[in-house]
Structures are given as C-alpha cells and as structure tokens.
Nanobody
C-alpha cells in the first residue's frame, strides 16, 4: 500500500527556514517522480517543485532560488528545504508521487498518491 507522510511544518517569521520531509512507504522512491505542492485557503493547489528519478528538478518561479527539493533513497524520504520564507509561502504543503513527472510542472491532477499535508505559516 502506497503511503506518504509529511512532517516538518510549523510557524516561522519571514526570512526564516523550514525543512519538510516526506516519508514514503510501499514503493521505491528512487524509481519515481516526487513532487511538492502547496495550497493556501481559497486558492488552488500549486506545484512548488518536482524531482525526477534521474535527478532533474523543476521549481515554480515563486520559489526558485529559495527552495530545494531532494531525496534520500536509502531512507525513502524526500525533502523540501525552504529558505528566505515569505508570508505568501503560507499554506498546507503536500508531497505526491508518480512514476514519471508530468510534462507540465505542477499538474496536480496527474498525481494519484498524496500525503496528508503539513501546515507552514510564515508571519511578517
């Protein structure tokens, strides 16, 4: 059974950092695309970053240069390092998995495996 469990969210001030973790069970992360999404209240879910099994990464323009997606295949865990956080980064963050990353970065309807989410709140 595929399971994704996020952790690491919290409340920080603007300019701070957080590292989110996504522990995967039931499938080998090294052979899958891993992605992070976020959703603010009243807004659509948006793609933040994805990581193909061959190591290629993509980021949304709003987080490029501040966030880094990575994974530890031995631990079957993906990470999202978030630096220089801004209030507009506030939202529920979800990790998702797919065999290969979709052609369009952030195409959340293409992912079938999701975690329960972890809340990130950035205050000004």
């Amino acid at each position: 059974q595929v399971q994704l469990v996020e952790s690491g969210g919290g409340s920080v001030q603007a300019g701070g950092s957080l590292r989110l973790s996504c522990a995967a069970r039931g499938f080998p992360m090294d052979a899958h695309c891993m992605a992070w999404f976020r959703q603010a209240p009243g807004k659509e879910r948006e793609g933040v970053a994805d990581l193909e099994s061959d190591g290629r990464t993509r980021y949304s323009d709003s987080v490029k240069g501040r966030f880094t997606i990575s994974k530890d295949n031995a631990k079957n865990t993906a990470y999202l390092q978030m630096n220089s956080l801004k209030p507009e980064d506030t939202g529920m963050y979800y990790c998702a998995a797919r065999i290969i990353c979709p052609t369009t970065m952030g195409a959340h309807t293409e992912f079938g495996a999701w975690g329960q989410g972890t809340q990130v709140t950035v205050s000004s």
